[in-house]
């Protein structure tokens, strides 16, 4: 295999290596959401309030992404934080937000389908 073939199958193979990555990291977070909200875990929808007034997870608090850093003083830093909104990237940003300020129980479960579904 030459190093133009080599190019051609690892550019694919990382965005499959990527997804694959993504669907069993979220998949995980979903197992746990039950134990999870019954130790009163709180789940956040950082989608805009347009996207949350069109459905949301049972449960779930909108705080829309670009208002979070403002709001996260009404946060308990203690308490785990479940995060979610359209596809799993403003969610990423909000939980790697809130790690910065010093919130350790931080997860991500990417679209709020998953959080809204039977795992």
């Known amino acids: 295999m030459d190093l133009t073939q080599l190019q051609q ?11 694959a990555w993504r669907f069993f990291r979220f998949r995980r977070v979903r197992a ?18 347009a996207e949350f007034a ?13 208002e979070l850093d403002s709001k996260i003083t009404q946060l308990d830093p203690k308490k785990t934080i479940i995060v979610c909104c359209a596809s799993g990237t403003r969610s990423a940003v909000a939980a790697a937000l809130l790690k910065r300020q010093g919130f350790t129980n931080v997860l991500n ?11």
Do not use: C, M, Q
């Not at 199958?9 to 997804?19: E, G, Q, T, V």
């Not at 746990?32 to 309030?49: M, N, Q, S, W, Y």
């Not at 069109?54 to 909108?62: Q, R």
């Open 9 to 19: 199958f690892l550019l694919p193979a990382a965005i499959l290596a990527l997804l």
């Open 32 to 49: 746990l959401l039950p134990r999870l909200f019954k130790e009163g875990a709180i789940l956040i929808d950082v989608r805009t309030a």
């Open 54 to 66: 069109s459905g949301h997870a049972e449960n779930s608090i909108n705080i829309p992404l670009d």
């Open 109 to 119: 479960v990417g679209p709020w389908r998953n959080a809204a579904s039977k795992p």
